[in-house]
Every structure is written in C-alpha cells, then in structure tokens.
C-alpha cells in the first residue's frame, strides 16, 4: 500500500485547516451543536469502496454504550477518547463522534515519521503507534481533534474502525454496543442516499476541509 498516496493537500495547508478547526471544535466539545442546512450530501467519496459511519440523532438516548464498547475494546488510556457522544444543551440533541476517516486525511499529511495509512480496499485510516513519535502534527491538524494524545504513553491514538474485527466479518464494536439502532456504518455510496442524511451540522468543521465520511440525521 501507497501509504502516501492520499497526501492530496500539502502539510502546511493541513496544520492551517486544523488551525482553523480549533475554534469550531472548542464549540463542538461544549456541547454547542444545532443544525444547518445539508451540504455535501451528495458529494460521493473518490474511492468507491470507502465505508463511513451514520448517527441518526432522532434515535440516539444518549446512553454512551458506543463510547463505553469502544473503550472497552481498545483500552484507552485515561483522557484518550476515541469515540465521544457531543451534547446539544438547549434540547435532547446528541452526535456520536470518532475519527470519520476522510477522504483528505489532514492527520496522514502532516505526519513526519508515516504513521498513518489510508487503506485501499474500504479507506480506513489507520494509525500506527508503534513508530509514532508523539509530536502532536495531527492532533493540530484533524479538525475533529480525532487523534488523541496520551500522556501515559507518549504517543497519539485513534479510532481503527475495528478494521481487524470487520476483516473476520464482525461489526465496529460501537455499531454493535449501540442498543438503539442510532449509529450504523457501512459503504458511503449507499449511507449518503440516506433521506435526510447530512454532511454537517452547525458546529462541525466545513465538510470542504478533509471530507469526513460521515452521515448525520439530524434532530428537527
Ligand atoms: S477525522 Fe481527523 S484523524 Fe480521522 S481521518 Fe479525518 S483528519 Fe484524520
Ligand atoms: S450507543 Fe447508540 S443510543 Fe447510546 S449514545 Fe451511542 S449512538 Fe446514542
């Protein structure tokens, strides 16, 4: 695999985006979300294979069993979140959040050591800590804040897509946990026809920057 292949935007102008994201996210973890008219709905991913998650948030309670199941799994570090379920404080509003393994990874760009693929055949980003060098680049980079930093270890981690658990043909751990049928994944091709299905929602970065392969159904 090309693991450079998906370097579409240069480094500097994949810190710059996480720049701009800073503030929005700073929005998004206070819990500060409404929604905004559809976007990029029907921008289709280049690589036709590419999986992505959907939440609908009419459906989820909130209960953070996707959090909780992920966790669980991969044994996070304390303060290393790689799912989050975000809250809209003025009504019952809530989004399922994790790395959305876009199709312009800003994380895989500015990564000086090559610790990120982006695979070929479903597009799943994916880190490797073992040669990571903990040196942040795409933590300030991802307008998600996907890839979190622990200082137990020194290094970043982030959310695999349970990549090895769907190669033996097993669901993600969160789409599993999930006990309402709130967040589903599956190939972006076939989420984005989704009625009501969206690219963003007001807090989330410009889908523009790093084309997140997320769908959302949002809460009226
Ligand atoms: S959400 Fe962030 S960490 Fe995940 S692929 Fe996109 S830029 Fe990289
Ligand atoms: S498990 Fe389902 S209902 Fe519970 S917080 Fe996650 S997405 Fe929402």
Known sequence: MDKFKHRTISRRKALKIGAMATATAAVVGSGLFTRIPAQAETTLPKNPEQIGFLHDQNKCVSCRRCQAACKDLNK???????????????????????C???????????????AYTKREKDGVVIHNRE?????????????????????????????HFCYERQDKGEMPACVQACPVDALHYGKMSELRKTEGGVSQVKGLPNPDLTKPNLVIIPKP
């Open 76 to 98: 996070w570090e304390p303060g290393v979140e790689w799912r989050k379920v975000l809250a809209r404080k003025s009504s019952e509003a809530y989004l399922s959040m994790s």
């Open 100 to 114: 959305n393994h876009c199709d312009n990874p800003a994380c895989l760009t500015v990564c000086p050591v090559g």
């Open 131 to 159: 040669i990571c060098v903990g040196c942040k680049y795409c933590m300030y980079a991802c307008p998600y804040h996907a890839p979190r930093f622990s200082e137990e270890t020194g290094r970043i981690s982030k959310c």
